[in-house]
């Protein structure tokens, strides 16, 4: 499935743009946490919630684009 940017011109992996998001605000939040406290990355468990009342199909995707993203930043 593919959506599209707000200009309507781009079209996009739906999978893309959820890794992505998911990586930019992982990343995010460490840097401002580990800048913050001095919280190192090894001491955050990441937890990452959906929606009940989202249907099956989107809980997978959102999984699925979790784990990519756990692969790229490790």
Known sequence: MKI???TGK??????TVFRESIGFFKRHA???ICKETGVTSD???WVLTVP????E???QLM??????V???LM
């Open 10 to 15: 781009k079209e996009l992996p739906i999978r």
């Open 43 to 45: 001491d955050i468990f």
């Open 4 to 6: 599209k940017d707000e």
């Open 57 to 59: 199909p989107a809980k």
């Open 63 to 68: 999984r699925v684009a979790a784990i990519a």
């Open 70 to 72: 756990k692969k790229l």
């Open 30 to 32: 460490l840097e401002v």
């Open 52 to 55: 009940a009342i989202w249907s």
